[in-house]
């Protein structure tokens, strides 16, 4: 994106040029808002470009499922609007689920969800085996599948939002470090950057795993914290499906899906610990095929091409951070989606731009508040992966 020089004054200012970064950004210059983003690397050069590519409105939090489902409508459309070839394969989310408790959890989840329109349903373990065959089913008792849900390009939705800021007037900076957000009397003043200053008297903070700090330019309190997860890439495997649902074996984490001639897959190290690593390990991969060899034997097998590491941004419930600061005017924030953040990016977009214009979000984000934690009231998700 474009190095010319900063305007010296906008509406509104966004940090981060990931997919929140940018949906906020094309949102709000949609609405007619004068924008600067600001992206110290390159867009979406941190979680994003490491996504797993998920998107779901398969969830058990009220408001996940919103956000999930509204994202999903943005996702089909996203060809129209913002106008961008992203991908979009609406193969489904398979959840494999091996004990009563989980089943009685998807069930739950299940009611809530068809109540906000999402289709999904419980499936017997031989039909979950017909939806992805690659699957050992001997001990799974049920699934839950929504046939919307699937997988999309994040680094192409990223680029897809980014242009469109931009045909729209918004001013997108990669390069542009933010190391400053003068705060007098309560207010935003500006925001000084490593390419120059910029008046603005609304910030939002859509910096992913490194919120904390930019909230702390402010003053403000994002407890947000880095979490590697790593993903690897299969060989080229003879015999697949056309289509395989983004299948997860809930008791472990361990999922997969098709990517290209072969798999993606990944599961959680529960040996790992906060930090900003990037850097790709081995000794989590024998534990995650030692879980493919039981779920999905044939993976196991193929060979391994290559993966990537990246973080999520975790907060203490799992759930998102998504409002307004109470200590500094007009200071919004838009994090810790706790690995959801691609898949809630269209939706949180819109949701952050009606905050910003001061007008009521098709979904009340108030619970979603960093001061939750304050009161300790927490807002757990149980469809974490």
Known sequence: MTRAALPAAADVVVV????????????????????????????????????????????????????????????RDFGRRPGWEIDFRPVGYLF????????????????????HGV????????????????LEVGDVLAGAFSPQDGHATPEAVVQGYAAGARALGAHVAVGCEVREIVVRGGEIREVVTQRGRVATGTVVCAAGAWSQSSGALAGVDLPVVPLRRQVLFTEPMDGLPGEIPMTIDFATGFYFHREGPGLLMGMADPAETPGFKLETTDDWIGPLLEVAQRRAPRIATAGIRGGWAGLYEVTPDHNALIGEARSVSRFLYATGFSGHGFLQGPAVGEIVRDLVVGRPPFADVAPLSAERFAGRELRPEFHVV
Do not use: K, Y
Request: aromatic share 4%.
């Open 16 to 75: 981060g040029g990931g997919v929140m970064g940018t949906s906020i950004a094309f949102h709000l210059a949609e609405a007619g808002a004068g924008v600067v983003l600001c992206e110290r690397g390159e867009l979406a050069s941190g979680s994003t470009s490491r996504a797993a590519g998920g998107v779901r409105a398969q969830f058990s939090d009220a408001l996940n499922v919103q956000i999930g489902a509204r994202s999903l409508a943005a996702f």
């Open 96 to 115: 494999v689920l091996t004990t009563p408790e989980e089943v009685a959890a998807f069930e739950a989840a299940i009611a809530l969800q068809h109540e």
């Open 119 to 134: 289709p999904s349903r419980l499936v017997t373990a031989s039909e979950a085996r017909d939806l992805s065959p690659l």
